[in-house]
């Protein structure tokens, strides 16, 4: 039967495996550190607020991880790094700044966990895309922004709260293997179907 294949703009190529490694030396990682990645805008609908919630759970349950954000204008990040600050998050988020769309792909082999914390919006976000594409697990919020592409089969789904969505990404950090079974399908659906 014949089968609906999306043609999926700003999907970009996947990552090299090992090109991450590049990436954490430059933001003084250390190769076994685990990294939850957001890339994107931060405009409010982009849910960081509730990401940066969420990294005070994740971060008093495992110290070592690290929340790295890539995106964002400079008053931006200013603001995000004050909203981190005064939820005592700052020393475990790393603000990487924009980035042009090729650098992307690295970020994301460098990466353990990709997150999507949208709060409110319909149209699926494009990083999702290129976040499938990567075989990583995502982590993302149960709304129709993400709920359009992604399932349980392919991703970590939760409900828009700072604990739930921690508490996801403590999953896919916890269960390294269900987390990569989750990448897997992940990329075969990014091959098969966008």
């Known amino acids: 039967q014949p089968v609906l294949i999306e043609n999926a703009p700003g999907s970009g190529d996947p990552p090299v495996p090992g090109a991450g490694l590049g990436v954490r030396r430059e933001l003084g990682l250390h190769d076994t550190t685990p990294i939850v990645l957001y890339t994107g805008t931060f405009e409010a609908y982009q849910g960081l607020d509730l990401l940066l919630g969420a990294a005070g759970r994740v971060a008093t349950a495992d110290p070592q991880v690290r929340f790295v954000l890539a995106g ?17 998050v700052e020393a475990v988020t790393i603000f990487a700044g924009e980035r042009p769309a090729e650098d992307i792909p690295t970020f994301l082999d460098a990466a353990d966990v990709l997150v999507s914390p949208r709060s409110t919006g319909t149209n699926t976000p494009l990083k999702i ?23 349980d089969e392919v991703s970590i789904l939760t409900d ?21 079974r989750l990448g897997r399908r992940a990329r075969e659906l990014a091959e098969t179907k966008y």
């Open 72 to 88: 964002g204008h400079p008053d931006q990040i200013a603001r995000t790094r004050a909203r981190a600050r005064a939820l005592g």
């Open 160 to 180: 828009a709260t700072p604990d739930a969505f921690g508490d996801g990404i403590l999953r896919a950090l916890r269960d390294p293997a269900g987390a990569a």
């Open 129 to 151: 895309y290129q976040y499938l594409r990567a075989g990583k697990p995502i982590v993302a919020t149960r709304l129709l922004t993400h709920t359009q592409v992604l399932t």
